[in-house]
């Protein structure tokens, strides 16, 4: 019998352009597999739509709150409808930045160092020695990060204005100067390790991941073997850390510099990674020789309630 694949999408979070990007690459990908889809732009009622719709598989293309912070995850459970990706707590848990950063930590995975404080505290005056880097606690893409350069003389100033839509606490993280390095998790397997080198004058920032020509993705990273070895590792580990199923990416920062620490920093896990045109891990999966249809099936097959 046909497998019936509804390919959740869209949502309200800030990445909802992404999310409706990577749930239509998902949805061909499987039409041309041979599976039967439904795509759904999923709005507040989707569990009322998807208790009617009773699909064999969710494919969870969603990105963001809501989407990839266990929620979705959760009424999934309750429904009792297989889902790819995370669980709920491991969701729950790597969304959460500054959580995770205390799990990884404590599974002796490097992580920066790092203070939550309410945004009104972070605009009154350095809660670190700059450079160092504001971000939102619970959000993907890049939305809200901000850099600090070491002569500023003062914080973000946007941290205070009603303008500032991320919530009233942030993280505040030292800055690691160096090279942006990614590894991607499917299964029991660390897959390559790009190294993201933004095109512009600025970080890998929204655009940078998502305009193209935004970055370069140089695959495999020009490290040492053992530099390499040593992220595949932490990637895996820390994907079992945070109780990750399926596919997932971790960032880091490697400070390669002459005068530098030579560390390699985790940064977080994305549970939810992207699957655009642009996005990291079916690049990386395809250097496996894993092509993207093949990877979307797998992510299909592995799915499962109670993850």
């Keep these: 019998m046909t497998k019936h694949v509804a390919v959740l999408m869209g949502g309200w ?12 690459a998902c949805a061909d990908a499987l039409e041309e597999r041979g599976y039967r889809v439904t795509r759904i732009d999923v709005d507040r009622g989707i569990g009322t739509l998807l208790d009617e719709l009773r699909p064999d598989v969710c494919f969870n293309a969603l990105h963001g709150p809501y989407g990839e912070d266990g929620t979705i995850q959760g009424i999934l459970e309750i429904l009792d409808i297989p889902y790819t990706h995370s669980g709920v707590l491991a969701s729950a848990l790597a969304m959460n930045k500054p959580k995770a950063k205390h799990v990884l930590k404590a599974a002796g995975i490097p992580v920066v160092e790092h203070a939550l404080v309410n945004r009104f505290d972070a605009v009154k005056a350095h809660v670190l020695k700059p450079p160092y880097v504001v971000k939102p606690p619970a959000e993907g893409s890049s939305f809200g990060v901000l ?8 914080p973000p100033q946007q941290l205070g204005t009603d303008a500032w839509p991320y919530g009233d606490n942030v993280m505040v993280e030292r800055y690691i100067p160096g090279r942006e390095l990614t590894c991607g998790v499917m299964g029991d397997d660390a897959l390559g390790i790009i190294e993201v080198v933004p095109t512009g004058e600025g970080f890998y920032d929204y655009d940078a991941k998502y305009r193209p020509g935004g970055s370069r993705h140089i695959l495999p990273a020009p490290l040492s073997p053992f530099i390499y070895q040593n992220v595949q590792r932490l990637a895996l580990e820390a994907h079992r850390a945070l109780g990750c199923r399926g596919v997932s990416r971790a960032d880091f920062r490697f400070d390669d510099r002459g005068d530098g620490t030579g560390e390699v920093y985790c940064l977080e896990v994305n549970t ?36």
């Design 13 to 24: 979070s800030s990445e909802r352009p992404v999310s409706l990007n990577s749930g239509k």
């Design 147 to 154: 850099i600090v350069p070491a002569d500023s003389p003062a």
């Design 272 to 307: 939810q990674p992207g699957m655009t045109a642009t996005s990291l891990v079916p690049e990386m999966a395809a250097h496996a020789g894993i092509e993207f249809g093949a990877l979307v099936s797998w992510i299909v097959e592995d799915a499962s309630c109670k993850r």
